[in-house]
């Protein structure tokens, strides 16, 4: 069972030294970059060393059958750090209109999205229920992409801690969305 948990443990413990690092120097680059740099050096290591139980963990997490696992293994370190460090008296004092916008922004963009893959790309031969689930894995925005783009903004605490919610609670409403519309 350590071979399938290699791929993930390996995968937030590079992030977190990243991040450490880039925090450390103050350097203005997302951990996310040389994140993706350090993924295509191991690609290149593993044409030249064995590195066979790291590809076998990898090969288990393409091919997952039950999708949910997913969400459930990948989806928390993502907003783990944007979850610790919100201003949550704020959010507690924002919470429905946070849930409004996490909610419904979500719906409406699943919406015009599974409307357009269904009837406006005529050559598509996705259903309509397909273009729900489509509409629902695109439409929550990326939270990480969000504190990236709030960090030296300088918008005034309670617009930005909105903003950082609504990004953090639209995963659920888009992962709810996704599950509701499966076959």
């Known amino acids: 069972t350590f071979m399938i948990l290699l791929f993930p443990i390996l995968a937030v413990l590079l992030a977190y030294a990243f991040k450490s690092v880039l925090d450390h120097y103050r350097l203005p680059v997302p951990y996310t970059f040389p994140l993706v740099i350090a993924g295509g050096i191991f690609g290149v290591a593993g044409c030249y060393l064995n590195l066979a139980q790291l590809s076998a963990s990898l090969n288990y997490w393409v ?27 704020t959010v507690s004092n924002l919470l429905l209109q946070i849930f409004a916008l996490s909610m419904i922004l979500v719906v409406i963009d699943a919406a015009l999205l599974a409307f357009f893959t269904t009837y406006v790309l005529t050559d598509s031969p996705w259903s309509l229920n397909a273009g729900w689930m489509f509409g629902a894995l695109i439409s929550p925005t990326d939270v990480l992409a969000v504190n990236m783009a709030l ?31 499966l076959p």
């Open 151 to 181: 960090e030296g903004s300088g918008i005034r605490t309670p617009l930005q801690v909105m903003i950082q919610g609504e990004s953090l609670f639209n995963d659920g409403s888009g992962f709810t969305l996704f599950v509701l519309f």
């Open 63 to 89: 091919d997952v059958r039950n999708p949910e696992v997913l969400f459930y293994v990948l989806l928390p370190p993502l907003i783990l750090e944007s979850a610790l460090f919100i201003d949550w008296w």
